[in-house]
């Protein structure tokens, strides 16, 4: 067969077989960067669904639905993909790391396998041309959503993930990793189907169901989840210098539940929580917290103190040079800074004039002059 249909042949096998490459898995790697049209249908499928919101039209229950699911789904993919697959940062039973594995599968960002291996190379080779999706290096598109529809990028190396692929479980999902997210559809479209008769009411129906809670929903979550490729090494603050451009940015942490703390991520990655100080919020890190009391996962890995010692130095740090530069940048910061003193000072004197001042007898011995110690004065000195 020609080379160009054998390809488009194998790239519809894919679409089921994820680890099938008749060339072998590492020469597809090898290849240079190329978008793989008929292998990246479903993903062009996946957004044209949301156009079908212009037949289905809308309902509150769908618009809540798609909005509980992203949010339920992307701590699927920070808690289970991420946290979990990609750096261990807990531990579990064999069953309930399958379960987290099909909860993350629901994600529709293929198997659990291929996920951490490409993350684990992103950490290994952060904003360096190996880097698969470094906004530096292949520019933003790329980084955000270009480099998964490159043929090079679709196999899993397993030898980059022998702590995962010794679990036949997890390599079947990792193989067949369409098989979740057809199943989670397809829930989804029957849940529509049960309510259109059983509750009216809420005026929703099978179809309107699948293009908010499965395309939307789907859609958004993987540009949220992508906004850390992308973003998160373009957007925000740089707490630790370490060899790549990764940053902490709040926006990012909200939409994310919590990821977009990257720069702490980066620095040390064996922490389970990614916010590292109280103010940075990461609610995947509490609900993982929660898990872990009902005895279903354990073995949360904490920020080391050298670490969280580190980033409060360099905390302070850039405040007294933020401070330096606002001096320079706006003169009248430096009188602001003798006005502030004084009318503390003022404000501080005109509330102590507020309070009564109890009259001193002239003749009082100097213990008289404590309003508050006047008990401890002799009697007789009190009645002179
Ligand atoms: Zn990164
Ligand atoms: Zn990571």
């Not at 080779?125 to 999706?133: L, N, R, Y």
């Not at 933003?140 to 479980?169: A, C, M, Q």
Request: glycine share 8%; net charge positive; charged share 15%.
């Amino acid at each position: 067969m020609p080379i160009r249909p054998r390809r488009t042949l194998s790239a519809i096998i894919q679409w089921i077989d994820a680890d099938h490459a008749p060339g072998g898995a590492s020469s597809m790697r090898a290849e240079p960067d190329r978008v793989d049209w008929t292998r990246c249908i479903p993903f062009i499928v996946l957004h044209l669904g949301c156009l079908g919101v212009i037949w289905t039209g809308a309902s509150a229950f769908a618009v809540w639905t798609a909005v509980v699911l992203y949010f339920a789904r992307m701590a699927a993919v920070t808690g289970v993909y991420h946290r979990y697959f990609s750096h261990k940062t807990y531990s579990t039973s064999r069953p309930m790391q399958f379960v987290l594995a099909v909860l993350g599968g629901t994600a529709v960002q293929r198997g659990p396998l291929w996920w951490a291996y490409h993350h684990r190379h992103h950490h290994q080779h952060s904003d360096e041309k190996e880097d698969a999706h470094s906004p530096h290096v292949h520019g933003f598109w790329w980084s955000h959503i270009g480099w998964i529809t490159s043929r090079r990028n679709f196999p899993t190396d397993y030898s980059k993930v022998r702590d995962l692929d010794r679990y036949p479980e997890l390599v079947f999902l990792n193989r067949f990793d369409a098989i979740v997210p057809m199943a989670f559809a397809l829930a989804i479209w029957g849940l529509g189907a049960f309510l259109e008769v059983h509750a009216p009411g809420l005026g929703t129906n099978r179809w309107q169901m699948l293009v908010w809670g499965f395309f939307i929903s789907t859609t958004a979550l993987f540009h949220g989840t992508s906004c850390i490729n992308s973003m998160a090494h373009l957007m925000g603050r740089r707490r630790y210098e370490i060899g790549d451009d990764s940053r902490n940015s709040f926006i990012l942490a909200v939409i994310t539940l919590g990821e977009g703390w990257h720069n702490n991520h980066h620095r040390y990655q064996s922490a389970t929580r990614n916010g590292f100080f109280w103010w940075e919020i990461d609610i995947t890190y509490y609900l993982l917290r929660c898990l872990s009391w009902t005895g279903l996962i354990w073995g949360l890995k904490g920020v080391p103190a050298s670490v969280l010692a580190e980033g409060e130095r360099l905390d302070h740090r850039d405040s007294v040079a933020a401070a330096a530069n606002a001096r320079n940048v706006h003169p009248e910061y430096s009188s602001l800074k003798r006005i502030v003193p004084a009318a503390a000072a003022i404000a501080v004197a005109t509330v102590n004039a507020a309070h009564p001042v109890l009259p001193r007898r002239a003749e009082a011995p100097a213990a008289h002059r404590d309003v508050s110690g006047l008990s401890q004065v002799p009697q007789r000195d009190l009645g002179r």
